[in-house]
């Protein structure tokens, strides 16, 4: 963790959820604590709504998990941010390394949708990460430095952005990077939010992911540039969730 910056534990349930997952979101919603840690599910565009009902007058905020760029427009098919802030949602997750390989999302893509994100009074959650091939071959913080730069909007704070690191050959593979990698990855993360960013970047969350779960939560969750956690698979379990909500320390 990152001395004064409050962690946030995001879950990210993917193309996953129907109504009968809702119990699920209402367990963790009365299970989690706004004393220590923020809290935060991003669930499929067809539940934001219901969900955020659920979670009134609860510390867990809801999410969605990718926009359109544009508020509004000829796009059949796509969500605009503004119409996700309608819906009863606080965050959005662009960059996600699988919109970036299933659909070619580019840095300036991304850049885009942030910027839409938070012209749309919302935060968004900026995902950042290298492949298995660019980490061996020595260049995961030269990835980092690149889609850092290109991904995020010059009128980014700490308030309306979060860096998620996710390292691409972790997601869902039960591989996780060692604690002292995950350590050097976020501290350079770190140093190139501050050099574009000045204050607002040493105070930013940057949330790592891959194959995070209630078994190694405590330990990762411990290393200094840790700000959190954005989960995966775990994320759908309540339990499972709320075990990595109770590995923040205060």
């Given at each position: 963790?990152?001395?004064?910056?409050?962690?946030?534990?995001?879950?990210?349930?993917k193309m996953n959820g129907t109504s009968e997952q809702l119990p699920e979101i209402k367990v963790i919603a009365a299970g989690v604590s706004a004393a220590t840690y923020d809290a935060l599910i991003c669930t499929p565009f067809t539940l934001i709504d219901r969900a955020a009902r659920l979670?009134?007058?609860?510390?867990?905020?809801?999410?969605?998990?990718?926009?359109?760029?544009?508020?509004?427009?000829?796009?059949?098919?796509?969500?605009?941010?503004?119409?996700?802030?309608?819906?009863?949602?606080?965050?959005?997750?662009?960059?996600h390394s699988e919109r970036r390989t299933d659909h070619g999302e580019t840095d300036q893509g991304v850049h885009e949708k942030a910027q839409a994100v938070q012209d749309a009074d919302m935060t968004a959650i900026i995902c950042i990460g290298e492949t298995r091939q660019e980490r061996e071959d020595g260049r995961a913080n030269t990835v980092a430095t690149s889609q850092i730069k290109?991904?995020?909007?010059?009128?980014?704070?700490?308030?309306?952005?979060?860096?998620?690191?996710?390292?691409?050959?972790?997601?869902?593979?039960?591989?996780?990077p060692s604690n002292e990698d995950i350590a050097s990855i976020h501290a350079h993360i770190r140093n190139e939010l501050i050099s574009l960013l000045g204050e607002e970047g040493a105070a930013m969350r940057i949330l790592y992911g891959g194959s995070l779960k209630p078994g190694n939560a405590e330990e990762i969750l411990a290393i200094q540039n840790v700000d959190g956690g954005l989960i995966g698979g775990a994320s759908?379990?309540?339990?499972d969730f709320l075990a990595i909500c109770n590995a923040v320390k205060s």
């Open positions: 963790m990152t001395p004064n910056i409050k962690p946030l534990i995001a879950g990210n349930w979670c009134a007058d609860t510390a867990l905020h809801i999410g969605a998990e990718d926009c359109h760029a544009n508020s509004s427009g000829a796009h059949t098919g796509d969500v605009s941010a503004p119409m996700i802030k309608d819906a009863g949602a606080h965050h959005i997750i662009v960059g290109g991904s995020i909007p010059p009128q980014s704070t700490a308030t309306n952005t979060v860096i998620a690191y996710e390292p691409i050959w972790a997601i869902g593979t039960g591989l996780v759908l379990k309540s339990a």
